[in-house]
């Protein structure tokens, strides 16, 4: 298979032979941020001086962010050019940033932290956005109100993944974490409406009320929150120099800063995931921002704890290295699926032998993904020099109950033994994508009784050619024209999803939308990243059908090539173009969906495969207009192309 490789500019070519340099003038007499429009004045309550402060405090990382993402394509350009797999650090060598050696790290020589009591238990962490796209504050919060009335143990507000980003509704999400953390009165009236059409819903369907009291209720749920990775600018900030700004320093900044006084004073940890870590460099990189930030709030280091979501494979090589470096503020690790995939295939995009087959086929017990749960179980059990231990917290549920009663009894059935298994592999607890499974799910840990489970005994990690080759290891299963559909009319809806501000959707296959048996499942951006990648390897790597299809005359051993693709995608496209506005929306038939469209077609067919969906949707969001979002896909393949140049700054700025 012919490759093209792409190549990037080092952090010496970007920034010549000079040491980093201190951006920020300790006087505070020059700034060193700007904020876009006058959204500095309309979200003067987000905005606040202190996280002004902050955010020029934390300003000195922004450079060596943008180095580590340079450095982050290098390797991938480099390691598609050699035609290598990821393997294990050097065990003698210091893990980058830090004096922490690799050795050190796998035997526990560090120190770790000890888990809040807050944290102890956490059977079921419900995630989703604490915002809605367009939508005044008062109908918006009431998606922190199902969270925090739902009965999980823990809440994972979200800045990234399922959180839409038109507008200005990263800085909403912001402010209805604020006035819910806070009690304000707006949240306490939309809480006591929301506790009562919840309770109809539980007499309806489990038979019992699930809120006794609102008030008590609303106090259970552990807050977290999760920031946008290291890969991503924010939308709304930006260097005084022209370049994007973090959008991880952003998050970090304004939950923090906002909030933390009121979460320590009611007796809350202050929590966050962290996404999209693909190194222990990485990890050290958050672990002196967030230090920083300790330090300027006077905070004694380790205030603030941190989840970290393996869902890149390179962090699978490096897990005790990442729970080194974080030291203090690491407290567990989240086994995810979607994302995981995403970086499975695209670790290895540039070996025409490794196929995924279709996506419904590649779940927790299959090959490389058993592999990679094995080696988190083990290194949370790995206590560190004082014999601490750490959580692991399982991946997501995402069905829903809505649908038929013979669908809905097949898809609680299915997620309760999913639920069973993890916590039968030694999980502490699991993800929810929505409020109505807490109860439905939570029942696996519940019969257990356990806090948690950590400590508990498996074998030590090994570090061996053969431990790298079962984190790449592929069993066979399907690979057909239907899972080619469903990758398609998938990945073409959280496209469109994306560009409406609904990051986190229900959504199905086309093909079942009539079908009340086959359940909408709640996902966010992630399972569009993966779809499109196997669905790139398909054609780029000559794919073999192993399942006749009667819809395309195609038989088993039939190449998936770039013509079906095509044929596909016309048919796919055209069923959400007749599709009712309850699936898709039909103002964006003429809007969002021939963008998304565009943008499939774009990634798909391009020789060189870049490495997230989500780039090219973030340089098109609040953009309707097709022609100029084809001139920015069009800039877009062309800076990555010359030189690795992703293109991350909201171009609108």
């Known amino acids: 298979m012919p490759f093209i490789p792409v190549r990037t500019k080092t952090s010496e070519d970007i920034y010549g032979s ?19 429009n006058n959204l500095k004045n309309t979200y003067s309550d987000i905005y606040t001086p202190e996280v002004i402060n902050a955010l020029e405090h934390l300003s000195v990382f922004n450079e060596e962010q943008k180095q580590l993402m340079t450095q982050r394509i290098q390797k991938r350009a480099d390691r598609s050019l050699n035609r290598e797999r990821i393997s294990f650090l050097d065990p003698d060598a210091y893990i980058p940033r830090t004096n922490i050696k690799v050795r050190e790290a796998r ?75 806070h009690n304000d009165p707006i949240f306490f009236e939309t809480a006591e409406i929301v506790a009562d059409e919840m309770n109809q819903w ?4 489990l038979g019992r009320e699930i809120i006794t009291d609102w008030k008590e209720q609303l106090k259970f749920t552990t807050k977290i929150f999760r920031a946008r990775g290291l890969h991503l600018d924010d939308r709304h900030v930006r260097g005084k120099n022209g370049k994007g700004f973090s959008a991880s320093i952003v998050d970090l900044t304004l939950y923090v800063v906002n909030n933390y006084e009121r979460l320590l004073q009611s007796g809350s940890s202050i929590v966050l995931y962290l996404p999209k870590i693909q190194t222990a460099e990485e990890a050290a990189l958050w672990n002196e921002i967030i230090t920083s930030l300790e330090e300027l709030l006077k905070l004694q280091q380790g205030t603030v704890k941190t989840y970290v979501l393996v869902e890149q494979i390179e962090a699978a090589f490096q897990l005790m290295e990442i729970r080194a470096v974080l030291g203090k503020h690491f407290v567990g690790f989240n086994t995810g699926r979607w994302d995981y995939i995403n970086s499975v295939s695209d670790a290895m995009h540039w070996d025409e032998n490794f196929i995924n087959p279709n996506i419904e086929s590649i779940t927790m017990p299959y090959g490389y993904m058993r592999n990679y749960e094995d080696r988190v179980r083990r290194a949370v059990n790995t206590p560190d020099q004082n014999g601490n231990f750490t959580l692991w917290q399982g991946g997501m549920e995402t069905n ?7 669908g809905i009894e097949d898809s609680m059935a299915k997620a309760l033994d999913g639920a069973i298994r993890e916590q039968k592999e030694g999980a502490s607890g699991k993800w929810v994508a929505h409020w109505k499974m807490v109860h439905i799910i939570r029942p696996a840990w519940e019969k257990v009784g356990e806090n948690n489970q950590m400590g508990k005994s498996f074998p030590a990690l090994t570090y061996a050619k053969e431990d790298c080759d079962k984190l790449m290891l592929l069993e066979a299963a399907p690979r057909t024209i239907r899972g080619a559909r469903n990758l398609l009319s998938v990945a073409l809806q959280y496209g469109n999803a994306f560009l409406q501000g609904f990051q986190s959707a229900a959504l199905k296959p086309a093909d079942f939308f009539g079908d009340a048996n086959i359940l909408y499942l709640m996902e966010d951006m992630a399972t569009g990243e993966i779809r499109l990648s196997i669905l790139w390897e398909w054609v780029h790597k000559k794919a073999e059908l192993n399942e006749a299809d009667s819809s395309t005359g195609l038989k088993a051993g039939d190449i998936f090539s770039e013509e079906i693709f095509k044929k596909l995608f016309a048919e796919e496209y055209n069923k959400l173009l007749q599709a009712d506005s309850k699936d898709v929306h039909e103002i964006s038939k003429s809007t969002t969906l021939p963008i998304a469209g565009e943008i499939v077609e774009k990634y798909v067919l391009n020789k060189i495969k870049f490495p997230w969906y989500i780039d090219l949707l973030n340089i098109n969001l609040n953009n309707n207009d097709f022609n100029k979002a084809n001139k920015r896909i069009q800039q877009f393949i062309s800076a990555f192309e010359k030189d690795g140049t992703r293109i991350t700054e909201n171009l609108d700025f």
Do not use: H
Request: proline share 4%; net charge positive; charged share 25%.
């Open 400 to 406: 829903i109950p809505v649908g038929s009663k013979k």
């Open 107 to 181: 035997e526990g020589k560090f120190i770790g932290a000890e888990i809040p009591n807050d944290l102890r238990r956490q059977w079921i962490q419900g995630t989703g956005p604490a915002a809605k796209p367009n939508t005044q504050t008062r109908k918006s919060i009431r998606n922190i109100a199902y969270a925090l009335l739902s009965g999980a143990d823990g809440w994972m507000f979200d800045g990234e993944d399922a959180l839409g980003q038109v507008s200005t509704m990263s800085l909403d999400n912001q402010r209805n974490l604020k006035l819910a953390i």
């Open 202 to 205: 539980a007499r309806s369907f």
């Open 18 to 36: 000079e040491k980093r340099k201190i951006l920020i003038d300790n006087s505070g007499t020059e700034t060193m941020i700007e904020i876009r």
